[in-house]
């Protein structure tokens, strides 16, 4: 079943010059406008997106955490074929977790890779929601953004990308977790450096898009990054944003 992410459309306003980086001050109109392009772009299916299926699917904290543990250095149908076989071979709940060892959940989850260190932070992740009393996490959510991120940061493999994709698809924080893609497409539009850490290019592209379109954003410099702005061979002729975009007039010779 195919089910799309709507939101509403807002006016475009042109920027010229070696891309948008330098404008940041006019970052709310430069975000709405990137986002006008990318929504006529691209068309965002929940599927393509393991954590937003599963919260969308499940509505549990928990099952995103496993899920977007899964996506780490994997494509999101990889982890997606580990979230259904770790479903149907061990179980979700963080008992059956616990109750399973390391070896039968790798086994489940392999397809995803890295299944050994994966295995072992999705049953820290059971472990730690046992001893809270709490198997979604809803509570823990509850607690605060920043209450949420202190407990789980403490659970090794998950790190501020996973926290940030949890907190966002579920609606707990406005922000923009940077993934890979979001990186590359980032840097090349000229909104931030090369070497900015992670937690650089995130406030940046905060500064960028409005309140309530952040994850959204998030979604679609993904889809943007897959299929378009990839990281070899970027097909820039069939990039809606060309004409913003740094690395187009520097390496692909746009006039």
Not at 44 to 64: A, W
Not at 126 to 134: H, K, M, P, T
Not at 186 to 191: E, H, K, N, S, V
Request: hydrophobic share 40%; glycine share 10%.
């Amino acid at each position: 079943m195919t089910v799309g992410f709507i939101w509403g459309a807002s006016g475009p306003r042109r920027v010229s010059g070696e891309g948008i980086g330098g404008a940041i001050k006019g970052g709310g109109d430069l975000g709405k406008e990137v986002l006008e392009r990318l929504r006529r772009a691209h068309r965002l299916k929940m599927e393509d997106f393991v954590s937003s299926y599963v919260n969308l699917t499940t509505g549990s904290p928990f099952r995103v955490l496993v899920a977007t543990i899964l996506s780490q250095n994997s494509t999101d149908k990889a982890a997606m074929r580990a979230y259904s076989e770790l479903e149907r071979s061990v179980g979700l709940t963080p008992e059956a977790l616990v109750r399973a060892g390391l070896r039968r959940i790798a086994r489940a989850i392999r397809v995803a890779g890295l299944a050994d260190a994966k295995a072992r932070a999705i049953r820290e992740l059971a472990a730690l929601a046992l001893r809270l009393g709490d198997p979604d996490l809803k509570g823990l959510l509850e607690s605060g953004p920043d209450a949420a991120r202190e407990a789980l940061l403490r659970v090794k493999g998950i790190g501020p990308k996973t926290v940030d994709v949890l907190l966002s698809s579920t609606g707990t924080l406005d922000t923009i977790p940077v993934d890979t893609h979001v990186r590359r497409v980032a840097q090349r539009l000229g909104l931030v450096g090369e070497r900015e850490s992670y937690e650089r290019i995130k406030s940046r592209l905060e500064e960028v898009f409005p309140p309530g379109t952040r994850y959204e954003a998030h979604l679609l410099l993904i889809a943007h990054g897959r299929s378009v702005c990839r990281s070899r061979r970027p097909l820039c002729d069939r990039c809606v944003l060309s004409d913003l975009c740094g690395y187009y007039r520097r390496a692909a010779g746009g006039s």
